[in-house]
């Protein structure tokens, strides 16, 4: 019960105010529930903890994927014009289908392509998402469904709604109706057992003014239509159905259908089969059917369908249904508490329309997004497809199956001569620059896109493919191929007795898999490092370069003979498969996340899997007092503004005290304003030159920004770079030879320079071919990681029957062979 300024009144007075159009205070979407009386607010009871989506979601301040672009209802008049022009610019930039073009390629599918094409929806949503477990109604789920279908509608689809629930509101209002209306001795022995046809009869005015409010709100209009199965058995019903539904759809309302219970002669579902319809299940597969739609996604209280109970942690979802390979694997369990088909019903319903040419995704009703990503050509939801069955079924390889391809590929490419799989890395150098120009499309599209997103320039810039730089991949690669051979190598040979000889070899790391963000030709050399170094592959790119990365891979997976395997080579193209392979760690050997703080540091969190990397690059340049200043200038300048985004570029300016406000670091500050650096202050440099004060000396700003201290001498910076350093890449600039040497073998980081720019340090420029990555750890590798850190060793001893027997009668000669 809730309190309101006549007293006490109830959910159903308020749902029954809501129809009747009787409250005229309503502002919310709920009725006079969330509507201002004269000398207050009415509140309604809590929501179940199955309505995920608050009361504001509604007025503007939910999550932005489902915020409203404006309030009318509450907005000024300056607010609703630029509303207007906001949408004016949304519809411009997106077009429409826009929600289907703006297809996220990190999570997209490829079986789910053919949503950018899509325009008239039908959406289905069952009994179980309309009501809560408490048999009343769930508004949160009914807000956020709403709010879903107000996004598409503003994006130029055509939605069609199909929703059940009026019974279990007809019941509610019916059972409140009964008892406030029974004597005390009705109330002993309740009984509150209804009709079904007349829960249908009184519910449906109050679940459309439900509906209507909420839309109401959203800006929308909708209709509704009640249909029965004999209606369809009328030949001339069908040709009236669509003249009434496009009519609608023409003026951007929004058709609400439902079964009109309350005079159906049917008793048992699905008994009779020359039935029409025999649920809002099948209503809504006949109406995609009948009204041309382009997808029918039907929402349930489970994410899709599941080759075992969705409650055992052991069942995956199926997310492509083909009735060849699943039909006779699935059994169905007991359906839902509210409803009358279960998932059974919403099965042959999917079929049905799948077998008619509407594509089907049966996906949660209870997440507040799940129209939106289905339409974004994610991975949600059990897809139906007339299609399926042709479809390549290695697109559904596990995450585990990927990984045990690699290893077993792997394998074979060990097999191989040095000379073979030098020939495999020089075919691959000719491949690209035969697709040249190909590859530069395909980067072009992923620039331009990223460009429109409004991603960061520094972003861009890592992402683009410039002139030439396909000729240096290709000669990178020919470097790595006139590499010696790194693996089948022999590091130490020694007699352990007579006729026993141990011997170390080198040999590959097995399965690699590397993260990456923005840089497609990051896979380039990342490949041509695990085929000379004979490891198996798993590479995830960021979404921004997709087509790049696609392209990349099919080139150079292409020239990989099949006595090696294409499978190689693994693409991983959705985020939702990195969570499963980072627990494979019986199979997968090590994991190089290459890009930002956070990325590199939720990987090291998330697995068992050895990490090669590093988290932070926050280098450091030492101006000491005897240093040349112009040497200092040229070298700082070049550490900053070369490559701000990479991770070896300065962050950190140390300056011994006594060049204070001397001449030539006059002329290093004045530079550097030039380029538009930043600089933000120590405690010491900001009493001395009043600069902005640095928040911490290990927080990163832009990559345009750097950060000054002032420091005592060698000794001082040294300290400094240790405490607050991330042991990445760290100079010191000097005529100094003793505190060069000083600096040098004190600084504990990965590479540790004297008088040469940070931006040297890099795999490349230092004659490994290519890199991995940098990393800062101190175990297996360290600083740019090129074939030699994806190589380890193995022990081989060459006997002749000897046995240890308590070491009796073995002697130990221990003597040095030399290698062969």
């Known amino acids: 019960m809730v309190t309101g300024r006549r007293g006490l009144c109830s959910p159903q007075t308020i749902q029954e105010q ?52 404006r ?43 053919f949503v950018k094409d899509v325009k008239r929806i039908v959406i289905k949503v069952g009994t179980a998402v309309v009501t809560g477990q408490n048999g009343r109604l769930a508004m949160g789920r009914l807000g956020s469904l709403c709010e879903q279908i107000k996004q598409l509608n503003f994006q130029g689809y055509e939605v069609i709604l199909v929703t059940s629930g009026a019974v279990g509101v007809g019941r509610q209002r019916l059972q409140y109706r009964k008892l406030i209306h029974s004597s005390f001795a009705d109330l002993q022995n309740p009984q509150m057992d209804f009709d079904g046809k007349a829960c249908a009869a009184v519910g449906q005015s109050g679940l459309m003014a439900i509906y209507d409010t909420l839309f109401s709100q959203l800006d929308v209009t909708s209709s ?131 077998s008619k040419g509407v594509p089907v995704v049966i996906a949660s ?125 022999t590091l130490k040979r020694t007699e352990v007795a007579k006729d026993l000889v141990f011997e170390k070899t080198c040999c590959p790391l097995g399965v690699l898999l590397i993260i990456f963000e923005s840089r497609p030709d990051a896979l380039v050399q990342i490949a041509s490092l695990a085929i000379r170094s004979g490891n198996g592959l798993l590479l995830k790119g960021g979404k921004e370069a997709m087509r790049s990365n696609t392209i990349l891979h099919k080139i150079i997976t292409g020239v990989i003979p099949d006595v090696v395997g294409k499978k190689l080579i693994g693409l991983v193209t959705s985020k939702d498969e990195i969570a499963d392979l980072l627990t494979l760690d019986d199979v997968i050997d090590l994991v190089i996340p290459r890009g930002s703080k956070n990325l590199v540091s939720q990987i090291k969190a998330a697995t068992k899997i050895p990490v090669l990397g590093h988290a932070d690059g926050i280098c450091h340049v030492y101006i000491d007092k005897s240093a040349d200043m112009d040497m200092a200038k040229r070298i700082v300048l070049d550490a900053k503004v070369d490559y701000p985004a990479a991770c070896n570029a300065m962050e950190t300016l140390l300056v011994h005290k006594d060049l204070n406000k001397s001449e030539g670091l006059d002329d290093l500050f004045v530079e550097l304003e030039k380029e538009g650096v930043v600089i933000y202050g120590g405690p010491v440099a900001h009493d001395k030159l009043k600069v902005p004060k640095v928040e911490s000396f290990r927080h990163e700003y832009s990559s345009m920004a750097c950060t000054l201290e002032f420091v005592d001498d060698v000794q001082s910076a040294i300290d400094h770079i240790n405490r607050y350093g991330s042991a990445h890449t760290d100079c010191i600039i000097t005529t100094d030879e003793k505190a060069a040497e000083t600096f040098l073998q004190q600084v504990d980081s990965a590479a540790v320079f004297h008088n040469a720019s940070t931006r040297f340090c890099d795999g490349t420029r230092f004659g490994l071919g290519a890199e991995v990555g940098i990393s800062t750890g101190r175990i297996h590798a360290r600083g740019p990681v090129g074939v030699d850190g994806l190589i380890t060793t193995r022990c081989i001893l060459r006997g002749s029957g000897q046995v240890v027997n308590g070491d009796k009668g073995v002697v130990y000669t221990h003597k040095e062979l030399p290698l062969q």
Request: hydrophobic share 35%; proline share 5%.
């Open 365 to 489: 009703g209870f997440a507040t997004d799940s129209i939106i990503k289905v339409l974004r050509g994610e991975k949600v939801g059990t897809l139906f497809h007339n299609a399926a069955n042709m479809w390549d079924c290695s697109k559904e390889a596990t995450a585990r199956e990927m990984a045990v391809a690699a290893r077993d590929c792997s394998r074979c490419l060990q097999k191989l001569s040095s000379e073979d799989r030098k020939k495999i890395l020089l075919d691959i150098a000719d491949a690209l620059e035969a697709n040249e120009d190909l590859i530069r499309s395909e980067n072009e599209a992923d620039v331009k896109a990223a460009q429109d997103a409004g991603y960061e320039k520094s972003l861009v810039a890592r992402m683009t493919l410039k002139a030439g730089k396909i000729t240096n991949l290709a000669r990178s690669i020919r470097a790595i191929a006139d590499m010696d051979d790194p693996i089948a190598h």
């Open 71 to 113: 309030t009318p209802h509450r907005a000024t008049r300056k607010e609703s014009r630029r509303g207007e022009e906001e949408e004016k610019r949304e519809r411009e930039r997106m077009g429409r289908g826009g929600i289907g073009r703006a297809v996220d390629m990190e999570t997209a599918d490829s079986t789910r392509g």
């Open 18 to 69: 809501a129809a009747r159009g009787r409250s005229r205070h309503m502002r919310g979407p709920w009725g006079a529930a969330e509507g201002a009386t004269r000398r207050g607010f009415i509140k309604p009871n809590p929501p179940t903890p199955y309505f995920p989506v608050p009361v504001a979601l509604l007025f503007g301040v939910g999550p932005p994927h489902l915020r409203s672009h």
């Open 224 to 354: 509704q239509l009640l249909v029965t199965d004999r209606d369809f058995k009328d030949p001339s019903f069908g040709d009236q159905l669509r003249e009434t539904v496009f009519s609608l759809l023409d003026l951007k309302v929004v058709p609400l259908f439902n079964e009109n219970d309350a005079i159906s002669t049917r008793r048992q579902p699905c008994e009779d089969p020359s039935d029409t319809f025999w649920d809002n299940d099948s209503l809504a597969a006949l109406l995609a059917a009948e009204l041309n739609a382009d997808i029918l996604i039907i929402l349930s209280d489970v994410e899709g369908l599941y080759n075992g109970p969705p409650s055992d942690p052991q069942s995956k979802i199926i997310h492509t249904y083909i009735n060849e390979k699943h039909g006779k694997l699935i059994s169905f369990g007991e359906k839902s508490r509210v409803g009358r088909g279960g998932m059974q019903a919403k099965v042959a319903a999917a079929a049905n329309a799948a």
